[in-house]
């Protein structure tokens, strides 16, 4: 078994905690947030006074909905890292109504598999917990950082769907969106996979 989900809602990785927020991680989702790096492919940096309310939106619709973008802590190594978690678009689109998934990690922390990690923790409570029967994921087609996520992720693109992000201006160079799926069905099937090759493995 991969992760976990305690009686507080906390969800136990092999390496990470997927957590409720904190009001003292807000300084460092305010320094990801103001890194050029880490928003390359987001519209604007965020200032601090941004930053700290976006975490507010966060929290209240954890709050509401029961799940959302959990805060990401490695226990022992750092208090907080980003988020990861599942969201519904407020947006129009031809795939929604919807719930994605979706990352924002500090630099420090890329490259070290955590995002997938996360990523599939919450996929698992997605489709058991919640019982949804799809997740998609989308993002901008120069950002092949979380592209390879989704692909890890064993999520799938169709061409034909991408789309303009209605958000965002026409002109606006990031306004073209890549968009890929899973479904319950096609998770299962690789979760029946990965637990007939562990059970292979240990009759060796």
């Known amino acids: 078994m991969t ?3 305690n009686p507080d809602g906390v969800i136990q990785t092999s ?15 305010a320094a990801l947030n103001n890194d050029p ?3 390359e492919f987001m519209p604007k940096l965020l200032s601090r006074e941004e930053s700290d ?13 029961g799940f959302g973008f959990w805060a990401v802590e490695v226990p022992g190594i750092a208090d ?17 109504p919807c719930v994605e998934i979706g990352w ?3 630099r420090a922390y890329w490259g070290k598999g955590y995002a997938t990690e996360a990523a ?10 919640l019982g949804l029967n799809e997740i998609v994921s989308f993002t901008v087609p120069a950002n092949r950082r979380s592209r390879a996520v ?21 002109g606006d160079p990031l306004r073209r969106h890549v968009l890929y799926r899973l479904t319950r069905e096609k998770w299962r099937a690789g979760q029946d996979s990965l637990e007939a090759a562990a059970t292979g493995a240990m009759g060796e």
Do not use: K, N
């Open 150 to 170: 989704m692909e890890r992720l064993d999520m799938t693109r169709d061409p034909a769907e991408d789309f303009d992000h209605p958000v965002l201006a026409v």
């Open 37 to 39: 790096r880490v928003m």
């Open 120 to 129: 599939r923790a919450a996929l698992a409570h997605g489709f058991t917990a």
């Open 15 to 29: 390496h990470l905690l997927l957590r409720s927020w904190r009001d003292s991680d807000l300084p460092a989702f």
């Open 104 to 106: 924002r990690l500090a």
């Open 3 to 5: 992760s976990a989900a």
């Open 53 to 65: 309310a976006m975490a507010a939106r966060i929290r209240m619709l954890m709050a509401i909905q």
């Open 80 to 96: 907080f890292i980003g988020f990861v978690g599942l969201h519904r678009p407020s947006f129009e689109a031809p795939f929604t």
